[in-house]
């Protein structure tokens, strides 16, 4: 899941390991439409979700699958859910405030893309250079949203956050908890284990007194953890239950 907050929209990509199938989703959060692009189902799992920006989604192939080297950029318009632009050659780096950062494989240096179109503005960006650029407007794009914060097992924070769980809901988390605050609750997504070792995901909404607002399973039998699984966006908590519901909570 990815938030586009320029365009007002959130991207999904969503996986079947079973089947080898993936599929890509845009959805208003003016009105929520959803649309699906169209893409051949044969071909989705060798592509990924990388990023949502002013109106257009940014997937990625593969160049080396064996050891997950992203290699392409297929940039689709998420109102017309048609392909924009392309760059196979070039691998997705990130956003920064004068466009998209892309990796030369080669070279090993990045290129500036003009966002709309694709367009190479600039050449032999350095990896620092660009680094901070991308992280700089991420702190930008992210002041509109509040994304958790993953500790893992054996983290400091970890600690005191599953110290806190076991004390309000007697379970026992397992190996990573995501973490958030706004200025007036506490969100914890928290991994608890069955005895075959498969793992429930839980989502906890709590006021700053620490009382329960919200307690919810979202995902049953993982077999891993995994990141972002809820974002909070303009006073409203999205997140996916059971890999293909999204569900949206108002915090007001």
């Not at 599929?23 to 051949?40: A, E, H, Q």
């Not at 990625?60 to 859910?81: F, P, S």
Request: with cysteine; aromatic share 12%; hydrophobic share 40%.
């Amino acid at each position: 899941m990815r938030l586009d907050a320029a365009a007002n929209r959130l991207a999904f990509e969503v996986r079947d390991a079973d089947l080898l199938l993936a599929d890509f989703y845009t959805l208003s959060l003016c009105n929520y439409k959803l649309d699906k692009l169209p893409l051949p189902a044969a071909k989705n799992w060798w592509l990924g979700l990388e990023d949502a920006y002013e109106g257009l989604l940014f997937l990625h192939g593969y160049g080396d699958r064996q050891v997950g080297q992203h290699k392409g950029i297929l940039a689709y318009n998420a109102a017309t859910i048609n392909l924009q632009w392309q760059q196979p050659e070039l691998a997705f780096y990130g956003v920064t405030i004068d466009g998209v950062l892309a990796l030369n494989l080669q070279g090993q240096n990045l290129k500036l893309l003009q966002t709309k179109t694709g367009t190479i503005v600039s050449q032999n960006v350095s990896l620092d250079g660009g680094a901070t650029a991308v992280a700089s407007f991420n702190t930008v794009r992210s002041q509109a949203c509040t994304y958790p914060m993953l500790y893992l097992e054996g983290e400091p924070y970890y600690s005191e956050v599953c110290d806190f769980l076991k004390h309000k809901l007697k379970v026992k988390p397992v190996k990573g908890i995501e973490y958030a605050e706004t200025e007036q609750n506490i969100f914890t997504g928290f991994y608890t284990e069955d005895a075959h070792g498969n793992l429930d995901n839980t989502l906890c909404v709590f006021n700053l007194d620490g009382e329960l607002q919200l307690q919810e399973r979202i995902a049953h039998g993982l077999s891993g953890i995994g990141s972002d699984t809820f974002i909070i966006f303009n006073h409203k908590l999205y997140f996916i239950r059971q890999r293909n519901i999204l569900v949206v909570y108002s915090l007001t």
